[in-house]
């Protein structure tokens, strides 16, 4: 089976290195093929034997099982560039961090076209697990692709056959954790403007025993500066499941542009270039913390 990915960021990238390392024959298809700013795509394609498409129906026409996993932003819009070219019966898994609502609208444009759509909802950070990340599957047809994920090497199990829980399960999760990551960097950032960031960080653990603050700090933000922009655009889905809810997003909002703030901070280059091995790798979260501060003083 032909397997296409939809998106060669940092999560197709894991994916098609592992589904390669299994000899399963991958193409992929990416917008930021079309400039320079995929030359480093382009490497990995050839570093790792993926095939390239030339845009998104070339890249689905043979492939029967097709993995989107863009910005949630284009979660519906991806889907509707694929369905023209959708092979019938093909499967369509929906990877993407997107509200029940773009989920089910990203569905009816799939099945329309003949082809048969799955919600994937990743239910913690892929790097650390990689292809075994756990992934929560939604949606008539996800019992059909469950043996098969299983058979690649996905840790996918069946949520529901109803279409948009999977996806509730995962943003209403995110609120909390990457709202986490926002009042953290936050929280810590002000303390240590203060001078008080030991004294907040002993009350925080004498509450929380279980968490290693300290670490978890230094963790959350590395990972909002170096995937802030992309993170602030899966809060944006948040806030819209929130909505579709028929509450007020306060939390995921402000949870939102934190990390789009912290992303536009790291744009201009307060935490060194990115790629280099020093970008937001600092196993103390203080060194962060006090380039943010300073990049506040210029």
Known sequence: MQITLIGYGEVGRILAEDLRASGVAVTVFDIKLQGTAGDPMREHALSHG???????????????????????????????????????GA??????????GAKIRAAGIVDAAGARYVEGAVMTSVPPYRIKVPLLLGGPHASALQPLLTQLGFAARVGSDRLGVASATKMCRSVMIKGLEAMVIESFTTARHCGVEDAVIA???????????????????????????RRSEEVREVAE???????????????????????DLADAGLFGERGSPGFARSADWRTEADRILQGLKR
Do not use: M
């Open 91 to 100: 499967h369509f898994l929906d990877f993407n961090s997107a509200s029940p």
């Open 50 to 88: 993926v095939v390239l498409a030339r845009s998104h129906a070339d890249a689905v026409r043979d492939a029967g099982l097709v993995i989107s996993a863009v910005t949630a932003s284009q979660a519906v819009s991806v889907a509707a560039a694929c369905a023209p070219g959708l092979a019938p």
């Open 203 to 229: 009350s925080l653990q004498e509450t929380f025993p279980g968490i290693d603050w300290e670490k978890q700090a230094s963790y959350f933000f590395q990972r909002v500066i170096e995937h802030g922009r």
């Open 241 to 263: 499941t929130v909505r579709e809810a028929g509450l007020t997003p306060w939390s995921a909002s402000g949870t939102a542009e934190r990390q789009a703030w912290v992303a």
